[in-house]
């Protein structure tokens, strides 16, 4: 996890459960990632993603990321910033350094997520292009942000 961490209310516990989520994915270790989710997870696209209905279930959710994630190459993604939302939620700025698989191009990913824990396991992730959306979608402005 990067430098940004704001402590709060938020469980450490919430931010590490994400961590070892991001880590199974980057080993594509689908039933230690599965068993970070709660049965009744979903995962709603940013509104730039070409379908944003949310994607309901770990599994179809486990689907959906190796799906976006297969043109580029292996990299771990990291948290750069962790927001406590309170409510056993947090917003976070993604962030990777990715490299296609055919052409080489070279892209950063940069997504805000908020993340909802239910029973210390994730319930719900919301993909936002900045972080202004992230925060208004946890009820916070950028004035309610501790630096």
Known sequence: M?????????????????????DAFHRRDRAAWLALCDPEFETVPSDDWPESDAIRGPEAAWDFYLEADEPWEASPYEFVEVIDARNDRFVADMRREMRGKTSGAHVE???????????EKALRIEWFTDRVAALEAVGLSEQDVVT
């Open 2 to 22: 990067g430098a940004g961490y704001r402590a709060g209310d938020m469980s450490q516990e919430n931010v590490e459960t994400m961590r070892q989520a991001l």
């Open 109 to 119: 990913y940069r997504y805000w997520v908020v993340v909802t824990f239910r029973r």
